[in-house]
């Protein structure tokens, strides 16, 4: 305002001048006329330098001036100084993350919101082969072009990571993980996982040899522990009781041994290739007719079929999970308590089959390590009751080999519920070539 009312003041002083020598001259109109001229025309001067300095030379100073241009002049260079600062502070930051980033053993990709590669560090050139000189600006999938990585990319759901093995050094095994920032912009890292999975390979080669070679002792002392049983009373009482607990401790080391070689086999393999229509509403009849003879008819067991599909998999790894769940729910749960088996429609297409009891429940502080191998809520009643602690770890297994994933819902006193959800893909009208498979729901099953 002040330097406006400068101006203004500057104004008046040129035309009452200018006016006055044309008044002494006998010409006030041109007087007057000449005033405001010289007024525009310093004007005209201060604008020919702001253009030429916007447009010739805007990184240096700009030009002096008089008046409000002279302030108008001072603000744009008060202005630059700040914006030069800010840039060199910014220019600092992204240099310390680059190098950060340089100084890292994992790879980091960044890509732009169409997918393009952006920046990367060294270790990206050598796990994934990346060339800056002639790969900057290219898609991501046209280099990283496995199929399953693409199908990654575009899903969008970056929750869990990718394994892959390296597109350029075919001894690594990396793990992607994709995170969304910025304006639709994507950062990849990429972690070499080899030795790790090298450690899981040898861990799982160790159950499975120590598992395999273990059944033939095991099948020795049984035989003879039940021949000894046939004449156990010829024995001292001592020995009998000792012969019984035997027998019982080596029937759970069968039992331990076959679940070690099933969850070796399944790790093996996360995906099966069976494809047999599984009808569930007899496969869910069995089992409940087995778990009634497990609970000696002390459980209620219902049965409610409401999904029409069948699944496509393979039929004993589904009966081995979902008798898994069922089992459990009849082990776990005081006489007397209810246990439903349910089969009926999900969320986008997709299918669930939940097991629900309502006994005890369980804390949900254990539910994230329920699928954890030999983990175990209460160690004295799972002891007690013959469980392994490899049941829902096998169960796990069989829903990854089928597309399906395991939600488990539980608090204390208020019963469990393990629901096994399949989706749409896996899922067909349960009319096949098979016979028992095309034969219609029986009202029983329906509602039991």
């Known amino acids: 305002m002040y330097y406006w009312t400068n101006e203004l003041w500057r104004l008046a002083y040129l035309i009452i001048g200018m006016g006055g020598l044309g008044w002494l001259i006998g010409l006030p109109g041109w007087g007057l006329a000449a005033g405001l001229a010289l007024f525009i025309a310093i004007h005209i001067r201060h604008l020919r330098q702001l253009y030429a300095w916007l447009y010739q030379n805007p990184h240096q100073e700009p030009p002096a001036g008089t008046g409000v241009w002279g302030d108008l002049f001072d603000r744009l260079y008060r202005y630059q100084k700040a914006q030069h600062k800010a840039q060199s502070r910014l220019r600092d930051v992204i240099r310390r993350v680059q ?28 796990m994934l082969g990346l060339k800056s000189s002639q790969d900057r600006g290219q898609h991501v999938t046209n280099l990283l072009r496995d199929p399953q990585f693409i199908a990654y990319f575009e899903a969008r759901d970056y929750r869990e990571p990718l394994i892959l093995a390296s597109p350029v050094r075919g001894d690594l095994v990396l793990q992607f993980q994709l995170t969304l920032f910025g304006d639709d912009e994507r950062l990849i890292l990429v972690r070499d996982i080899t030795r790790l999975q090298r450690l899981e390979q040898m861990r799982q080669d160790f159950v499975a040899n120590v598992s395999h070679e273990l059944k033939t002792p095991l099948t020795v002392l ?68 087995d778990a009634e003879t497990l609970s000696d008819n002390s459980h209620t067991l219902r049965l409610e ?16 999970a979902i008798s898994n769940l069922v089992f459990n729910a009849v082990r776990y749960t005081t006489p007397g308590s209810t246990v439903t088996l349910r089969w009926h429609p999900w969320r986008t297409g997709s299918a669930a089959l939940e097991v629900i009891d309502d006994g005890e429940g369980i804390d949900p502080v254990h539910i994230p390590r329920l699928t954890e191998r030999f983990y175990r809520v209460d160690k004295g009643r799972s002891t007690a009751t013959g469980g392994t602690g490899l049941g829902l770890a096998i169960v796990k297994h069989v829903l990854l080999r089928h597309d399906a994933h395991l939600e488990i819902e539980s608090r204390l006193g208020q019963g469990a519920l393990f629901r096994c959800v399949f989706p749409a893909a896996r899922l067909t009208q349960a009319a096949g070539d098979i016979s028992q498979e095309s034969t219609p729901i029986p009202d029983s099953l329906r509602r039991r």
Not at 102 to 126: I, T
Not at 255 to 282: M, Y
């Open 99 to 126: 190098e950060s980033a340089e100084a890292m053993r994992d790879s980091v990709v960044m890509l732009d919101r169409r997918g393009n590669l952006d920046w990367w560090n060294s270790a990206a050139e050598y």
């Open 222 to 289: 049984v035989g003879y522990l039940e021949t000894y049983s046939e004449h156990a009373e010829q024995l001292p009482p001592r020995w009998q009781r000792g012969l019984q607990q035997m027998q019982e401790q080596t029937l759970r080391m069968q039992n331990l041994v076959t679940d070690l070689l099933l969850l070796s086999r399944l790790e093996t393999d996360h995906r099966t290739q069976q494809t047999t229509k599984i009808a569930l509403p007899g496969l869910l009849e069995s089992i409940r007719r």
């Open 305 to 320: 079929i409401e999904e029409p599909r069948a699944i496509v998999g393979a039929e004993q790894e589904i009966r081995s």
